[in-house]
Nanobody
Framework: QVQLVESGGGLVQAGGSLRLSCAAS????????MGWYRQAPGKERELVAT???????NYADSVKGRFTISRDNAKNTLYLQMNSLKPEDTAVYYC??????????????????????WGQGTQVTASS
């Protein structure tokens, strides 16, 4: 199993910054891609950014140039640096881990069937 614990959310003024962290524990060697998603009230959950084990990143157009996703594989931690926050960034942010690595190992193969793990979410509010 994999557990994801998020931290760093809060209330900031528009134009401010926040740094989110997601600490992964458990069978972390099975993790391939990690990402951040967000969900505003009454809206579907949307992709914010993803990052592979090798460090290749992908961003939603709405956050390009403002957000930076990174990961420290040695510490099993995912980060999201959010700068120039806008009111429309207000949402609950969720950490995600895709367990699609090391499928030749029985433990990883079993966990892959779950389809991914999610954190509990952390609230980010950018006030105008």
């Amino acid at each position: 199993q994999v557990q994801l614990v998020e931290s760093g959310g809060g209330l900031v003024q528009a134009g401010g910054s926040l740094r989110l962290s997601c600490a992964a524990s458990g069978v972390t060697f099975c993790i391939s891609v990690m990402g951040w998603y967000r969900q505003a009230p009454g809206k579907e959950r949307e992709l914010v950014a993803t990052i592979t084990k090798a460090g290749y990143t992908n961003y939603a157009d709405s956050v390009k140039g403002r957000f930076t996703i990174s990961r420290d594989n040695a510490k099993n931690t995912l980060y999201l640096q959010m700068n120039s926050l806008k009111p429309e960034d207000t949402a609950v942010y969720y950490c995600n881990a895709d367990l699609n690595y090391g499928l030749g190992y029985a433990a990883c193969k079993a966990l892959a069937s779950v389809g991914g793990y999610w954190g509990q979410g952390t609230q980010v509010t950018a006030s105008s």
